[in-house]
């Protein structure tokens, strides 16, 4: 950009005290701000001026003075700025108790008072004339940008660009910028990408000196310079790194706008005299790097050469680079986030893993629990179904999980569904998944409990309870035939091991209608019958034992384990809640136990098994074996509910079922409420 000559060129002089003393020549096509911020370019040190108070810019062949809603508001000669304000030679720019002049004569302005001695009169006006008023004074901020031309290429094609052609300028710099984006690319790491990006813009600009300088992490709100850290740096003349200056940062990252500044080896504001003073930039352009409202950091380009100053075109090359820049640092960032995440995930994933292989110990040493291990091993390495049968609380989910993580699908998921807890409706679409739209509330597609299980193992606790309608479209999936999510027309397959669960007798439900035949034959491939608790009492100790460290270690206690009096009353207790009724009883008492030490006083077992009802309906079956798995869950079910007053919710707690779970076998057994 041409220098004005001191003839046409306009200035504001700030007084100090009784003498006028800087000047700051106003630039055309360049905002000059006034305020208290160090970001202004004139600088007011006092408490009524507000941090941007006001600003002088260029509007035709006029200069006009803006105030930009400060606290106190700016005067003109005393009178309030209001709107766009055009200024005459000789008034007088009042913040507080300062005074901005405005001239474009400065060897005949603003005469000091008459009362002036003599003596002071010819320092005075050595002052007000300023003998150098050329524009090497100060620096000189000749471009700013906020966009580059190449987000439009249309714009530059035709124009005349430094002496060349637009069309030519414009091709050859879109070519370094392709280039530049596959070698960015390729880039791992900020340091790497901040090098490459230094090669890109010495090959395309003219400076001989570059920094990257990188915030520590992306900031939203206010970034500092001194916050800052180099990234890479590079100098044509093998010159060390000298610290870059603070002011050019700061304006850059507040402003959140590139600049090119000339005359730099004059300003203090612009030079740190132990930093680019040694190094004689004689031209500097620095570009913020900025991605979704995000500060990254700063480019910074010297030359130290005087006949080749940095121009307006490496001021846009350099934008264009630090938006890639920024952009790159951006996905950089969420990159890291993402492995990060993943790691700790993983992490997650592998602990938790090793949480359930370990809850899955099959706890005892009885020939019942000896036996079933030995079915387990046997099985597990199969993918045949498995039914697991037994009474509620023996742990059959303990021994699907058992099969899950001793066979080869022990890496892929294991996922548990309830058959008995949701309504048909629901039962299908968590089994199969559904599409968005299929029904209302379905705003998303949703994967269903199989497509979860795909290379793994898939546990249905309740299976018997499962409604005919899905019955059917169950079979299909079980016998490994594409199904469709609930809405969907899409054949979807899934790799999926099953292990069914139920309490109920399948053989009276066929019988009756309300189970399949053709589901039952294919569940019964390999049946495991899990004993109740009472048929194996000598493991008691042992699970107790095994539970009581578990919620000593989750709870914090110290607890060194049950008195002789405690094993004996558990070992004496019926345990018609079987393994669950003990698990739960133990974990009562730790946390209500006082001492170190569990004594019989402080375990709370359940009154059924005192009661005349209990001991009606106790679930031990009698020596002919002639009462079924049924009568005998109908039979505790009505001791706890006459225990509880009927009290379905506190039933259905002691249990170990879910109400509605009760409410369904209240409904099949025809029993109510007497």
């Known amino acids: 950009m041409t220098n004005q000559s001191d003839s046409a060129a306009s200035y504001l002089v700030v007084r100090d005290g009784n003498q006028w003393r800087d000047v700051f020549r106003l630039m055309p096509g360049q905002v000059t701000t006034v305020g208290r911020s160090s970001t202004n370019r004139v600088v007011v040190r006092d408490e009524v001026c507000s941090r941007n108070h006001c600003e002088v810019f260029q509007s035709g062949d006029r200069w006009l003075l803006r105030d930009l809603s400060s606290r106190n508001g700016t005067l003109v000669n005393g009178v309030t700025v209001e709107g ?18 405005f001239t474009s004569d400065l060897l005949h302005a603003f005469p000091e008072p008459e009362s002036t001695s003599q003596d002071n009169t010819a320092d005075t006006a050595e002052m007000m004339v300023f003998d150098d008023p050329s524009p090497e004074s100060e620096p000189e901020i ?45 880039a791992r790491d900020a340091e790497q990408l901040a090098h490459v990006v230094l090669d890109g813009l010495f090959a395309a600009t003219r400076a001989d000196i570059g920094a990257v300088l990188l915030l520590p992490k992306g900031l939203r709100n206010r970034p500092r310079s001194d916050e800052l850290r180099v990234a890479a740096y590079r100098s044509v003349k093998d010159l060390p790194y000298q610290k870059v200056s603070d002011y050019l940062s700061s304006t850059v990252l507040v402003e959140a706008e590139a600049v090119l500044a000339r005359d730099v080896a004059d300003d203090s504001k612009l030079v740190d005299r ?23 950091g700063v480019i910074h380009l010297y030359s130290t050469d005087s006949e080749n100053l940095l121009e307006s075109n490496d001021l846009e090359f350099s934008l264009a680079v ?25 992490g997650e994933n592998e602990s938790l893993r090793s949480q359930l292989a370990i809850d899955s110990e099959l706890v005892g040493d009885s020939e019942q629990m000896d036996e079933l291990r030995g079915i387990i091993e046997r099985i597990a390495s199969t993918d045949a179904t498995v039914l697991v049968r037994g009474e509620s609380g023996v742990g059959k989910e303990l021994v699907a999980r058992a099969i899950h993580f001793r066979s080869r699908r022990r890496h892929g998921p294991f996922v548990c569904m309830n058959c008995a807890a949701l309504s048909e409706s629901l039962l299908e679409s968590e089994l199969f998944g559904h599409e968005k739209g299929a029904f209302t509330g379905a705003t998303d597609r949703k994967p269903g409990k199989f497509e979860q299980s795909d290379g793994g193992t898939l546990f249905l606790d309740e299976v018997g309870e499962m409604p005919p309608a899905i019955q059917a479209k169950f079979l299909r999936a079980l016998e490994g035939h594409p199904f469709e999510r609930v809405g969907g027309r899409t054949a979807v397959d899934a790799d999926v091991r099953v292990v069914a669960a139920t309490n109920r007798d399948l053989e009276e439900a066929v019988a ?49 384990g049950f008195t002789p009096g405690a094993l004996a009353a558990l070992k004496a207790y019926d345990w018609p809640g079987n393994v669950r009724e003990l698990r739960n009883a133990v974990e009562r008492t730790v946390i209500l136990c006082a001492g170190d030490q569990i004594s019989e006083a402080d375990i709370q077992l359940s009154t059924l098994a005192t009661t005349d009802e209990s001991s009606s309906s106790s679930s031990v079956v009698p020596s002919g074996g002639n009462v079924s798995l049924e009568t005998l869950e109908q039979q505790h079910i009505l001791a706890v509910l006459e225990s509880t007053e009927w009290n379905k919710s506190q039933a259905a707690r002691i249990l170990g079922i879910e109400r509605s779970t009760l409410d369904r076998k209240l409904k099949r057994y025809q029993v109510s409420r007497p």
């Open 322 to 346: 630090a938006d890639q820049l920024a952009v790159a640092l951006d996905g950089l960032q969420d990159r890291e986030s993402l492995v990060k995440g993943l790691a700790q995930v993983q």
């Open 142 to 186: 000749v471009d700013r940008r906020r966009e580059n031309r190449f987000r439009d290429q249309a714009s530059t094609i035709g124009g005349e660009l430094d002496g060349e052609p637009g069309t030519h300028r414009t091709s050859r710099d879109l070519t370094s910028l392709y280039r530049l984006a596959l070698d960015m690319g390729a």
């Open 84 to 101: 766009d304000w055009p200024l005459e030679e000789g008034q007088i720019i009042q913040i507080g108790n300062c005074d901005l002049g």
């Open 274 to 296: 132990d930093s680019l003073g040694q190094i004689h930039a004689q031209s500097v352009i620095c570009a913020p790097l900025i991605a979704r409202d995000v500060t990254f």
């Open 512 to 560: 009756e209608g309300t189970f399949r035949k053709d589901l039952y034959y294919r569940l019964f491939v390999v049946e495991i019958q899990v004993a109740p608790l009472r048929d194996h009492a000598e493991d008691i100790v042992q699970l107790a034992h095994f539970f009581c460290d578990q919620f000593v270690k989750k709870s914090g206690r110290e607890i060194s």
